[in-house]
């Protein structure tokens, strides 16, 4: 099965900049999709595509996608920002897989 | 305006089948562009994606769960409806009802969730 692997955790403190990583096998051959999820919310997608946004979503996310590596970029970080973050592609032999999942702690 | 809702029980008991419906608005499910799907999330766990159907019929099921699941839809009540079948404690989980669009698998994600329902498999 073709695995996702995220960080657990990555901290930042306000206005900084956060970056989430997500490795899989050659996933820049694949198309990257991320995650929000806030406590006791449904996920919102916040990058499609490895670096689309959907309408309403802030220019200060972005994504990229690369070899073995695809990131999530948060740029000046807002205590709003906090949540869990997942990773997602679509691949031929298991369909949708998700990452474990990065929780963003804002400092 | 996209929106979707899932119903269903909040308990089972071990080796039931649960049943759940997720009931959408704001688009049609007629269509090879469109689908609605399941994922599911165990209490303080990841994501995973369960079963999606498209408007054509199209049926994609997860690899690990495919024997247990079924997916089908109502297209005149605006309903998808899964089944899961020999329900665990394991299986104890919010599970979302998803929208997603583009006949090409790999792009786009999912672009609307439902609010989620929390199921629990207790005796």
């Known amino acids: 099965s073709y695995v996702l692997t995220q960080p657990p955790s990555v901290s930042v403190a306000p206005g900084q900049t956060a970056r989430i990583t997500c490795g899989g096998n050659?996933?820049?051959?694949?198309?990257v999709h991320w995650y929000q999820q806030k406590p006791g919310q449904a996920p919102v997608l916040v990058v499609y595509?490895?670096?689309d946004r959907p309408s309403g979503i802030p220019e200060r996310f972005s994504g990229s996608n690369s070899g073995n590596t695809a990131t999530l970029t948060i740029r000046r970080v807002e205590a709003g920002d906090e949540a869990d973050y997942y990773c997602?592609?679509?691949?031929?032999?298991?369909?949708?897989?998700f990452g474990g999942g990065t929780k963003l702690t804002v400092l | 305006q996209i929106t979707l809702k899932e119903s269903g029980p909040t308990v089972v008991k071990p080796t039931q089948t649960l049943t759940l419906t997720c009931t959408f608005s704001?688009?049609?499910?007629?269509?090879?562009?469109?689908?609605v799907g399941w994922v599911r999330q165990p209490p303080g766990k990841a994501l995973e994606w369960l079963a999606l159907?498209?408007?054509?019929?199209?049926?994609r099921h997860s690899p690990s769960l495919k024997s247990r699941l079924t997916i089908t839809k109502d297209t005149s009540k605006n309903q998808v409806v899964l089944t899961m079948t020999n329900m665990d404690p394991v299986d104890t989980a919010t599970y979302y009802c998803?929208?997603?669009?583009?006949?090409?698998?790999?792009?786009?994600?999912?672009?609307?969730w439902g609010q989620g329902t929390l199921v629990s498999v207790s005796s």
């Open positions: 050659n996933i820049g051959s694949k198309s």
């Open positions: 159907i498209y408007g054509d019929d199209d049926k």
């Open positions: 998803v929208h997603r669009h583009g006949s090409d698998y790999s792009l786009y994600g999912f672009d609307y």
């Open positions: 704001g688009f049609s499910l007629s269509t090879s562009e469109v689908a």
């Open positions: 997602q592609v679509w691949e031929t032999s298991n369909d949708w897989v």
């Open positions: 595509n490895d670096s």
